[in-house]
């Protein structure tokens, strides 16, 4: 949906109370992920490493990504999505998303074979929500 409309919000509250049932939980801000993801490909410590945070991020019972295509995308980007997300479907682990882009959008941002599996996690309970900014009005 568009900017401003309460999808972070709305997640927040998916995620703390599935918290609150004791479900683990990872809610991460994509561009502060993939940022992450980029320095730890250069940490020599195994459990602090690339490999060890897509594990984690693919293992957890419930991601929750927000604001999936704010960031800059790139071939090494698209291949973390498929890591992480590939692990998540081929699990049947529930992937939460929000994004200002439709969906066709993502898929020219992560690529068809990543999307692919996020829609296919995800039919049935996607939502576009057009509103105003809550934050200008």
């Known amino acids: ?13 998916v995620a703390n109370t599935l918290l609150k049932q004791s479900i683990p939980v990872v809610f991460v801000y994509v561009p502060d992920l993939i940022a992450e993801l980029h320095q730890a490909q ?22 929750i990504l927000d604001d999936i295509g704010k960031e800059k995308i790139t071939g090494w980007v698209q291949v973390q999505y498929s890591r ?8 049947q682990l529930p992937t939460l998303f929000s994004s200002n882009f439709n969906l066709d959008q993502i ?11 996020l829609y296919s996690m995800t039919k049935g309970r996607q939502a576009y929500v057009v509103a105003e900014d809550y934050r200008i009005k």
Do not use: Q, W
Request: glycine letters at 10%; hydrophobic letters at 40%; charged letters at 30%.
């Open 42 to 63: 250069f940490v020599k410590d195994e459990n602090k490493s690339l490999n060890a945070k897509i594990r984690k991020l693919g293992d957890v019972p419930v991601l």
């Open 1 to 13: 949906g568009s900017v401003g409309i309460g999808k972070t919000h709305l997640l927040l509250v």
């Open 84 to 91: 992480i997300i590939n692990r998540r479907y081929i699990k």
């Open 107 to 117: 898929s020219e941002m992560i690529g068809d074979h990543c999307a692919s599996r």
